[in-house]
């Protein structure tokens, strides 16, 4: 479940020079926005917004932030989870306009760090296909369950020639 997560197929990417795209969703589900950038690197995050609409009716779709944020590194990229929003197969237009969608505590965050600024040629926005977040919420239990049975198991391995001798008494 968590896989799916962090997993989901890239539907568009686009550097960050780039400031508008289209592309098409084929079906119904949930779908995230993420950034793609070098790692150890100020990324823009205060300097955008990303705003999402249908090519067909016009309307905005809401873009609400995304709960955990979740994120994965490589050894030398990482990405985060920006946005999350529902749609329905169609076209959809994805601009990156000037403003900010970052709290007050990330924005001090952003300043105190002092990291190189980052390559904006390096830097790149992703719609990819996620999962809702009741998965991600169902999961982390399911793997807290599954860590105490594996351990409980290897106590049990590792102490049943002692009970089964206590037993025999």
Do not use: H
């Amino acid at each position: 479940m968590i896989k799916g997560v962090f997993t989901g197929e890239v539907i568009t990417e686009i550097p960050f020079t780039q400031k508008e795209v289209e592309f098409e969703i084929s079906r119904p589900g949930v779908y995230a926005i993420w950034q793609k950038g070098q790692l150890f690197r100020k990324t823009p995050v205060d300097k955008f917004r990303p705003i999402l609409t249908s090519v067909s009716s016009g309307a905005e779709i809401p873009l609400p932030k995304s709960f955990f944020s979740p994120y994965l590194n490589g050894f030398d990229t990482g990405r985060m989870e920006m946005n999350r929003f529902d749609a329905e197969p169609g076209r959809y237009r994805l601009t990156l306009v000037e403003g900010t969608n970052t709290s007050l505590f990330e924005k001090i965050f952003l300043n105190i760090i002092p990291a190189k600024s980052v390559d904006y040629s390096q830097y790149y926005i992703q719609v990819r296909e996620s999962l809702p977040v009741y998965f991600m919420i169902a999961a982390i239990p399911l793997f807290a369950i599954s860590a105490f049975c594996i351990i409980g198991g290897l106590v049990a391995g590792f102490m049943a020639p002692d009970i089964l001798a206590y037993m025999n008494n």
